[in-house]
């Protein structure tokens, strides 16, 4: 990863010159927490830490205040989510080499990297989002990573249609219901694979839109993000977009691995999770403000109140700001590009703040009318959290 280490090195020349002329990116409170951070682990040594929250080696947030305006979230600054341990660096070295198996298919078989290029190439802009993000917010403390906003992106993904693979391979099997991807790292042995690997199955209609990426905006997948290989599934939740892929298998039903069997179901608080409870697959509908972000005082005076809003599967088609904590709402515009339905919008609405405490929510409509709700829903994990008043900015103007 020399070009990404080389790019931070240029991001740190420059907000280190920024700060020297007293326009620093980086206020000194947070210098301040870099400085006492959880330090990056190896496989994610290149990211760009300012932006970031290291919660542990395996869980990695981006800061609020460091998403820009832009559609797209720059991969050093992206989120990581592991639920174990990455495979060693060296599979991604000789990536067209990657092999993934497949089955339930007409031909099943191998197919690497480099054949899967020969098949066919698209793009797909779409937010990742864990389950889990905004888990931090729910009263209960729901056991797990404690992410704010920052466990979601904006991103590209380049690769070939699932599709195209299947036709390659002789069509799905008869009877098959969902398509189920499975994780390359490797389980120590006297582990059960059931209990830790990370296999998750989606409906079958999913392979209409799902790629199989090998490249993440414009560059290739990094190991932290997957590489060699990775499933993407626009419009669902992180755990569905399966890294290191090693076997693609169209199954009747849906795996037994604990992730999937109990893991990232929807049950009321104090519940286990069980099979026939919802599970995370499509993400709601969900919007939130970035900047200002709320981390300092700030002058009286005109601002850009500026934020993402997406809906899983569906476009969003509008999003209101508040600046009351919800009592009155304007229409946001939405600015920049629309990379598709899957993609999150950027919106901006100006306001002038007078002096005084300020509460700004945002609330997104989606294409089919869902509007985000004031309240999270209540469940055990804290999943799946769209509520807009918990994602409140406070701020005070003096
Ligand atoms: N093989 C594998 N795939 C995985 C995971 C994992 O631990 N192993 N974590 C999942 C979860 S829970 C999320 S939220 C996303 C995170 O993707 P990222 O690390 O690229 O941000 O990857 C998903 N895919
Ligand atoms: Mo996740």
Known sequence: MDHAIDSRRRRLMLSSAFAATGLGPLSTAAFAQAAKAKPLPKYAEWKYIDSLIVHSSNTIETRRAAFGSSVVVPTDILFVRNNIPPPEESIAYDPDAWEITVQGVGKPGKMTVGQLKRLGVETVAMVLQCSGNGRGFFAHKASGTQWTVGAAGCVLWSGVPLAAVVKAMGGVAGGMQFVTGSGGERIPDGIDRRQVAVERSVPLKAMETALLAWELNGEPLPLAHGGPLRLVIPGYYGVNNVKYLSRLSFTEKETDANIQSSGYRIRDIGKKGAPGQPTMWEMNVKSWINHPAGDGPMLPGMVQINGVAFAGVNAVRRVEVSTDGGKTWTDARFIGPDLGRYAWRQFVLPV???????????????????????????????????????????????
């Open 352 to 398: 002038q703040l007078r002096t005084g405490s300020h509460v700004l929510v945002s609330r997104a409509t989606d294409a089919a009318g869902n509007v985000q709700p004031a309240e999270r829903t209540e469940n055990e994990r804290g999943y799946g959290h769209n509520g807009w008043r918990d994602h409140a900015v406070k701020l005070t103007v003096a």
